[in-house]
């Protein structure tokens, strides 16, 4: 029998970790008696694991009802084949769901451990912890059928390569970090560019240190992201990565402009048009480049309103409390008509908080408070990045990766596509509150 004085030891030293298995425990609970297990996104996911199984075709879409060529490059494989695995062996999503939690906890553990390496106090770890209760999307999306947390432990993966990186100086640590560069392109198609900042990173590398294989190993993910491109291609004529980004353009960064500059019923008629327009052309490449032109040709005409719209979107990634993912996590039912978004861009703040006012009154008060918490991340990270104690390489690469996916999601910013980077916020801030708080116990 383990004895009490063991069992006393392991709990004192592992009280991170404990509590954050008792935390994704009562939120896998919560989610069995739920069952709310999915979002929007979750069937086309779903659907390519089992096309996977049956067919071995990488299509997101139900097979017995009309194709939508969209669909064969919609949704990366990586995630499809994560779930296919799963249902091979559980037929049950909950046994998915309790995957994706273990995941989580080895992705908060993994930052922990690299931020360890590079002066973390493990005796802040209650500061840390309390920041994680204060980021529920960790949990939320930890619970649903969504690739954020699988692509959020390759995230974690990079930071821990280059962390090893910087501190051995190890190119077989750069082989891993471009190798999961690569495989987390492939598991959500907004890292596939993030590719070429890399390379220049690379290049960098091999300047400073008067060697190729730095930028050589650059390369490789660049490779990889062009293999699938070309495969793409075989399958619909047209070379791209990922039908994704025109969805995302014409569908929500167009129309979601267009509605802050004239109204819900003029976008919804101009992209209502430019469908109907785009599908009467002869192939897929031709619908594509059709929708893309007129898309492009809106911002382009408007340059400087846009980039506003898209810096406020920017700002959104950082600081968005996820209404829409507690919500949906909890099963509350949304009132008013239309969302959130609709309301922020089509009548600004005012609309919103008129829409917000309509919801539950004991969400608005955890929303207001999450994105307090957000904010105070947000000033952590900031000032994480002139942290000079932290070396400049690990900064400066924190501020590429999440800048880049900030820059990349644009005018969709929301918690979700922060929440990859939910454990990096959380350590950074940590990190410098217990900086402040040490100055404070000197004075």
Do not use: C
């Not at 879409?61 to 064969?72: F, R, S, T, V």
């Not at 999503?93 to 002066?119: A, E, H, M, N, T």
């Not at 993030?194 to 060697?211: A, D, E, G, T």
């Amino acid at each position: 029998m383990i004895k009490k004085d063991t069992i006393l030891f392991l709990i004192r030293n592992n009280k991170f970790l404990l509590s954050l298995i008792a935390i994704h425990l009562v939120y896998l609970t919560i989610q069995i008696v739920n069952h709310n297990l999915y979002m929007v996104d979750s069937p086309e996911y779903l659907y390519q694991a089992k096309n996977i199984v049956s067919n071995w075709t990488f299509y997101s879409g139900d097979l017995q009802k009309e194709i939508n060529i969209d669909l064969y490059t919609k949704r990366p494989p990586i995630y499809p084949l994560l779930i296919a695995s799963v249902k091979l062996i559980f037929k049950s999503d909950l046994f998915l769901i309790i995957l994706q939690s273990i995941i989580s906890i080895l992705s908060i553990q993994l930052i922990r451990k690299s931020f360890l390496q590079i002066g973390y106090n493990s005796k802040y770890d209650l500061i840390s912890f309390l920041l994680l209760l204060l980021s529920p999307a960790q949990m939320v999306y930890a619970n649903i059928v969504m690739a954020e947390t699988l692509f959020q432990f390759f995230i974690t993966l990079i930071f821990f390569f280059v962390v090893r990186f910087v501190n051995t100086n190890s190119n077989r640590y750069l082989v891993f970090v471009n190798l999961t560069i690569a495989i987390s392109a492939l598991t959500k198609p907004v890292m596939y560019l993030f590719v070429f900042p890399s390379l220049l990173v690379m290049l960098y590398i091999s300047l400073k240190s008067k060697s190729l294989k730095p930028m050589m190993l650059g390369l490789k993910p660049i490779v990889i992201i062009q293999a699938f491109s070309f495969w793409n291609y075989k399958r619909t004529d047209y070379w791209h990565f990922s039908s994704i980004q025109t969805i995302n353009l014409v569908q929500y960064n167009t129309y979601y402009f267009n509605v802050q500059r004239q109204g819900m019923e003029t976008a919804e008629l101009f992209l209502d048009n430019q469908i109907e327009t785009a599908e009467g052309t002869k192939s897929y490449r031709d619908r594509v480049n059709f929708l893309k032109q007129t898309s492009i040709r809106v911002i382009k005409d408007n340059p400087i309103e846009y980039a506003w719209f898209h810096a406020k979107g920017m700002f959104r990634f950082f600081i968005d409390p996820g209404r829409f993912d507690l919500s949906n996590y909890l099963g509350l039912e949304e009132k008013g008509n239309v969302g959130f978004l609709n309301h922020l861009n089509n009548d600004g703040i005012r609309g919103a908080i008129k829409y917000l006012s309509q919801q539950d009154i004991f969400l608005i008060l955890a929303l207001i408070l999450v994105g307090i918490i957000n904010m105070l991340k947000l000033a952590g990270l900031a000032l994480f990045t002139f942290e000079k104690r932290i070396d400049f390489r690990i900064r400066a690469f924190i501020v590429i990766l999440i800048g880049y996916v900030a820059f990349a999601t644009g005018p969709l910013g929301a918690s979700r596509f922060a929440m990859p980077f939910i454990p990096i916020f959380i350590f950074s801030t940590s990190m410098i509150l217990s900086k402040y708080f040490n100055t404070l116990k000197v004075h």
